[in-house]
């Protein structure tokens, strides 16, 4: 039984050496990879004689044009237009012309999510990537492993429909009663008379539902009918329904919400493009049981 608990120890022993010595050798492995990659990149800088201020990610970046535009935030719609090269000057990839490459920022791992938000919106960049900084790089054709890569951004525009509608607010000199964790953003323009309506009623209210640039793609205010909306149902888009739900009868509002609460990326076309705020002007006229 000894000899079993003595063989059984010295094989854990064996193990424990054997994984050690082998993350050692990935470790230096690694740190080769990083010297290596320094090393190109310093080589190709003074080559081309070109000056880049190094980021605290080991991404090396210069940037032209006006400090004043956006950064990207958390949520941001962005397209960019790009071309991605080896050193040696061979294009390995770029956006179609016309097509910019589009990702939401905090929804993707690409090199963009490292590089753009060291460039304000209208600015070009220009970086260079270690392989440890690249994902995804080593699927590019004709590259090899542990390679640097360059990034030219030639334009990246980014839009976060909460910007939009804070300034559309702003602009407008617009006093919001309640703004909700959906984006929703309540405004009361005449209280109401009646009590709340509760889940299961039936609620009939004349609207008009309008773009943040002021265009009108519907209204029934100029109809004799009324639009019917269930209490705690899903007969309208979320944020028209959400917005209805928090008045009472008699009540003018003006709601303003994004396209996530809304239509959508995908809008409702012709009128309704995608990823379109919206604003609906709202009156509850009455309520009943159907």
């Given amino acids: 039984m000894k000899n079993i608990k003595s063989l059984y120890v010295l094989g854990l022993f064996a193990i424990v050496v054997l994984l050690s010595s082998c993350l050692s050798t990935i470790v230096l492995e690694n740190d080769e990879i990083v010297k290596q990659n320094e090393t190109k990149i310093q080589t190709y800088l003074s080559s081309q004689s070109l000056s880049f201020t190094k980021a605290t990610n080991g991404i090396y970046y210069t940037a032209v044009g006006d400090t004043s535009g956006r950064v990207m935030t958390a949520g941001d719609t962005v397209r960019v237009q790009y071309t991605i090269s080896r050193l040696d000057g061979v294009k390995i990839d770029s956006s179609v012309t ?15 999510v490292k590089t753009l938000p060291l460039l304000h919106e209208s ?19 004709n590259l090899p492993a542990n ?3 360059r990034l030219d951004v030639k334009w990246f525009k980014t839009y976060s429909e909460a910007a939009y ?11 919001v009663t309640a703004k909700y964790s959906n984006g929703l953003r309540y405004i009361r323009t005449q209280d109401g008379t009646g009590d709340y309506m509760a889940s299961g009623k039936i609620a009939k209210v004349k609207y008009t539902g309008k ?8 209204s029934n205010v100029a109809k004799t009918d009324t639009f019917k909306i269930t209490i705690g149902g899903s007969s309208a888009i979320t944020g028209f329904q959400r917005g209805v739900e928090l008045m009472k009868v008699g009540e003018k509002a003006t709601l303003i919400f994004p396209s996530s609460i809304g239509y959508g990326t995908t809008g409702s076309l012709p009128k309704i493009p995608g990823e379109s705020p919206l604003i ?11």
């Avoid at 016309?98 to 963009?112: A, L, M, V």
């Avoid at 600015?123 to 054709?141: C, D």
């Fill in 123 to 141: 600015q070009q960049g220009s970086f260079i990537i270690p392989s440890t900084q690249a994902l995804g790089s080593q699927t590019f054709p």
């Fill in 98 to 112: 016309g097509k910019p490459f589009q990702f939401i920022y905090g929804n993707s791992t690409s090199i963009f």
């Fill in 280 to 290: 609906f002007d709202v009156q509850v006229i009455a309520v009943s049981d159907n």
């Fill in 211 to 218: 773009l943040l640039n002021g265009f009108i793609f519907d």
């Fill in 147 to 149: 390679s640097p890569i």
């Fill in 165 to 175: 509608i804070d300034n559309y607010i702003l602009a407008n000199k617009i006093t």
